[in-house]
């Protein structure tokens, strides 16, 4: 059983760019979340997918935008890069069930850097 | 909206010396709560979850954790810190019946055990 991965590792942007980060979920699960952790905080959640919809979002602009494919790996978005997206991207999946919760699993993260 | 406080930012100890990280969240419903560890170096990983039951749960590497739902508080305890237990600590929240299976964390306690 793999666990989640997350590419690329580290990212150097400039400002005004475009940004894809992709995560591979964990075998088996249908479900994947993106969280930000700037440094010294806690992660803040982006949005979800579910069976390749979005299941949720938090208080992200639209430039923040994402994908799920059938295999259930999932894609982040971020158009128009400004400083303050300078920071760690997680995903996290997950098996989701209608009325149960199951624990979300963490990838190492990509850390983005934007000049 | 959910949130969650953790009012102790940085932590220092010495070997041995028994650990309470505390954990405040603002939600009047029902919530899964948990602790997560960040390692220096390593991804976010589960230390113990609370679904239901009882309110005392026990975690992995000696961690336990206390639910008082009168006092929203989810408090994490280990007796004895060992060097080992250095790591940054985030309590998270998932309150149910909101449709989303995201998590909010707290901002995070820094934990340095001293040898």
């Known amino acids: 059983e793999t666990g989640v991965t997350q590419s690329p590792t580290h990212l150097i942007k400039t400002r005004g760019q475009q940004v894809t980060l992709r995560c591979s979920s964990q075998?088996?699960?249908?479900?994947v979340s993106w969280y930000q952790q700037a440094l010294g905080q806690g992660p803040q959640f982006i949005f979800q997918?579910?069976?390749?919809?979005?299941?949720g979002r938090g208080n992200f602009p639209p430039r923040f935008s994402g994908l799920q494919f059938p295999n259930y790996s999932s894609e982040l978005n971020v158009n128009a890069l400004e400083l303050d997206d300078s920071a760690l991207y997680l995903c996290?999946?997950?098996?989701?069930?209608?009325?149960?919760?199951?624990?979300?699993?963490f990838g190492p993260g990509t850390r983005l850097t934007v000049l | 909206a959910q949130s969650v406080s953790q009012h102790n930012h940085h932590v220092i100890l010495s070997e041995a010396a028994s650990l309470e990280l505390g954990c405040n969240y603002s939600?009047?419903?029902?919530?899964?709560l948990f602790w997560y560890v960040q390692y220096p170096g390593q991804h976010l990983q589960l230390l113990l979850k609370?679904?239901?039951?009882?309110?005392l749960v026990k975690g992995i590497k000696g961690f336990e954790a206390e639910f008082i739902k009168s006092k929203f508080s989810f408090n994490l305890r280990k007796p004895s810190v060992q060097w080992s237990d250095t790591a940054e600590y985030f309590c998270?929240?998932?309150?149910?019946?909101?449709?989303?299976?995201?998590?909010?964390f707290g901002s995070g306690t820094r934990l340095q055990v001293q040898p």
């Open positions: 939600y009047g419903g029902t919530v899964n």
């Open positions: 998270a929240v998932n309150a149910i019946n909101t449709g989303r299976r995201a998590l909010t």
């Open positions: 609370y679904f239901s039951g009882d309110p």
């Open positions: 996290a999946s997950s098996l989701s069930a209608s009325g149960i919760y199951n624990e979300q699993f």
């Open positions: 997918y579910y069976r390749e919809e979005e299941n």
């Open positions: 075998s088996g699960h249908n479900t």
